[in-house]
């Protein structure tokens, strides 16, 4: 009998890391479905994870709850999902260095260490897939973004640097691309917005009323094309079972029509149709 495989996935508190848990799961795969925070990785323990606390900003959770893994595993990890991450909305006017240094913490810094600390175990076992999840914004960006977009887009260049230096290694290094996805990173978004940006007095006030703040704080439905987070889950699934994964899969309409605008159009028609948001 095969031995099952391991994956762990970060950010599974809801979104597309829960979905990612439960459907590598039901695929199964030994799923380590870590958070950030320890009520949420008791949540998942009583729905049958194991489930280790994993902050990226906090460089200690990081080794420990490898650590963890390992222990559980006998040393052994076939895929790791790096998947959690956060917004801080805003102009970047408006947006102090230290909101965008955390930002980086948590959404590229702390992705690298622990992928750093996963490879070692990847190339002594002879294989491992890496999936870092990306986001249309690391194709084109949105305004009162800047933070995530340039997380996102450092992400990419990261993720493909490391892809082509491991191309004589047997990990294979893969980029996930989605748009619109019914996740909570809207509403994740507003104790980090309300911390940082000083909107009041900032002179995008009235700009902030009429754009920002509506799609901040009112329940408008989903966007247009929006999908379930189960359209991610497809994706991993097929990203780490299939014999020759892609570099990149894109999850999402938005996601293809932007990668073909941003290669056809001329710089000052794609910020055009960038800027209306």
């Keep these: 009998m095969a031995q099952q495989k391991s994956i762990l996935i970060t950010g599974c508190s809801s979104g597309i890391g829960l979905d990612a848990a439960r459907g590598l799961r039901d695929h199964g795969w030994r799923v380590f479905a ?80 622990l992928t750093r600390q996963v490879i070692p175990v990847m190339r002594a076992q002879g294989h491992g897939r890496i999936l870092n ?63 940082w940006i000083d909107w009041r007095n900032s002179p995008r006030a009235e700009a902030y009323e009429k754009r920002l703040m509506k799609r901040l704080y009112e329940d408008r439905g989903p966007d247009p094309f929006e999908l379930p987070a189960s359209a991610v889950t497809a994706k991993v699934i097929r990203a780490l079972e299939t014999p020759n994964p892609r570099p990149h899969y894109k999850v999402t309409t938005p996601t293809y029509l932007m990668e073909t605008l941003r290669r056809t159009l001329p710089r000052r028609t794609l910020d055009w149709i960038l800027a209306k948001g």
């Design 34 to 113: 870590s958070c950030r925070a320890a009520e949420d990785c008791a949540r998942l323990r009583a729905e049958g994870f194991e489930s280790p606390k994993l902050d990226y900003a906090e460089a200690g959770s990081i080794s420990q709850a490898l650590d963890e893994v390992l222990a559980a595993t006998g040393g052994t990890l076939d895929a790791l999902f790096n998947n959690g991450a956060y917004a801080t909305p805003g102009a970047v006017e408006d947006l102090p260095t230290d909101a965008l240094r955390a930002n980086f913490e948590a959404n590229v810094f702390g992705w690298h260490d």
């Design 133 to 195: 999840c990306s986001s249309v914004l690391g194709i084109v960006v949105a305004p009162w973004r800047g933070a995530y977009n340039a997380t996102k887009h450092a992400l990419e260049g990261l993720t493909d640097t490391l892809r082509i230096e491991m191309r004589d290694t047997p990990i294979h290094v893969i980029t996930l691309q989605p748009g619109p996805i019914g996740t909570r990173i809207r509403q994740n978004a507003i104790p980090h917005f309300e911390r």
